[in-house]
């Protein structure tokens, strides 16, 4: 296998893919307790500044790079920024990064935007 393999690279069914995703899903809210592992904000509270995972609600970039004049006020849902997007776009890919297993595809989300 190349790095990394979409789904569809794959031959998943559109079925096979949407049962993925769910129960990935499932595994991320079942641990989406948890604080920021950057800022230390919790589930329901805005990062702090600085956050390295805070993301601007104008554009949707990083908040600590981008160039907005009004960020915004990203809050902490104990979701990785671009798990909810990756589900419901059923954006899944498996990689050989140490184990074969599949993972949202944070990068495809990234190339076609939010």
């Known amino acids: 296998m190349d790095y990394w393999q979409t789904a569809e690279q794959a ?3 559109k079925d096979q893919i949407r049962d993925i995703a769910e129960e990935l899903y ?4 079942s641990e989406a307790k948890e604080a ?3 800022c230390g904000a919790e589930p329901g509270e805005p990062h702090l500044d600085g956050c390295d995972v805070a993301r601007c ?8 790079s981008c160039d907005c004049y009004d960020q915004g006020e990203d809050i902490w849902t104990g979701l990785w920024p671009g798990i909810k997007e990756c589900y419901e776009q059923q954006l899944i890919c498996r990689g050989n990064f140490g184990k ?5 595809d944070l990068n495809t989300l990234a190339v076609r935007g939010r």
Not at 57 to 64: F, I, K, P, R, S
Not at 100 to 104: Q, Y
């Open 26 to 29: 499932k595994e991320r809210i």
């Open 11 to 13: 031959g998943l069914s």
């Open 36 to 38: 920021c592992n950057d």
């Open 57 to 64: 609600e104008h554009c949707g970039g990083q908040a600590l």
């Open 100 to 104: 074969d297993e599949w993972t949202f």
